[in-house]
T-cell receptor, first 116, second 117 residues
Framework: AQSVTQLDSQVPVFEEAPVELRCNYS??????LFWYVQYPNQGLQLLLK??????LVKGINGFEAEFNKSQTSFHLRKPSVHISDTAEYFC??????????????FGTGTLLAVQP | GAVVSQHPSRVICKSGTSVKIECRSL??????MFWYRQFPKQSLMLMAT?????????EQGVEKDKFLINHASLTLSTLTVTSAHPEDSSFYIC?????????????FGPGTRLTVT
């Protein structure tokens, strides 16, 4: 079974400052990792995903994440945030990408609160 | 593109009534759709996997007789909350699975806010 831990429920940061949202996972098998963003009262939008290959993954809106197998982490980073980045961010893991089910297991989310 | 819609976006119903929520993949066919439930300030919990032409697969602890799922076509899945109670009030989100060559990816709908009074 897989699980995802997002230790920070809320991360306040000033506009134009860098930010890192932490995500750790546990799994007995190889995993595929995702970051989603959710704006208020909306569904989820995929920011980026790690399937294989380069451990540094670049996504939309200037976000990137680094897969670290030894530390079982997939932290999300952005060098300079904007007010519009204020949203809930979810890390998710799946044991299958090409398979028949590829269920997503979500972390509890981190609220990124960007202040002017 | 890969757009998923949900209808209605929000619904208020009285306790004891049933509510149907629709999930549509607008520009692709989805043999598999997923239904999630999200409580305020919490994560998404998978309720069930909806497969076109067959019975849905429910996660442990989800009452299949209370949350009826019908995946009647390759672009439509419905979730019916039967005999709704206030504790069923929640944000319900669906996703539709699309094959992208390497594998499948889920595209999420905008969600449906259900309030049971």
């Amino acid at each position: 079974a897989q699980s995802v831990t997002q230790l920070d429920s809320q991360v306040p940061v000033f506009e134009e400052a860098p930010v890192e949202l932490r995500c750790n996972y546990s799994s007995s098998v190889s995993v595929y990792l995702f970051w989603y963003v959710q704006y208020p009262n909306q569904g989820l939008q995929l920011l980026l995903k790690y399937l294989s290959g380069s451990t540094l993954v670049k996504g939309i809106n200037g976000f990137e994440a680094e897969f670290n197998k030894s530390q079982t982490s997939f932290h999300l980073r952005k060098p300079s945030v904007h007010i519009s980045d204020t949203a809930e961010y979810f890390c998710a893991v799946s044991a299958s990408y090409g398979g028949a089910t590829n269920k997503l297991i979500f972390g509890t989310g981190t609220l990124l609160a960007v202040q002017p | 593109g890969a757009v998923v819609s949900q209808h209605p976006s929000r619904v208020i119903c009285k306790s004891g009534t049933s509510v149907k929520i629709e999930c549509r993949s607008l520009d692709f066919q989805a043999t598999t759709m997923f239904w999630y439930r999200q409580f305020p300030k919490q994560s998404l919990m998978l309720m069930a996997t909806s497969n076109e032409g067959s019975k849905a697969t429910y996660e442990q602890g989800v009452e299949k007789d209370k949350f009826l799922i019908n995946h009647a076509s390759l672009t439509l899945s419905t979730l019916t909350v039967t005999s709704a109670h206030p504790e069923d009030s929640s944000f319900y989100i669906c996703s539709a699975r699309k094959f992208l060559g390497q594998g499948y990816e889920q595209y999420f709908g905008p969600g449906t806010r259900l309030t049971v009074t």
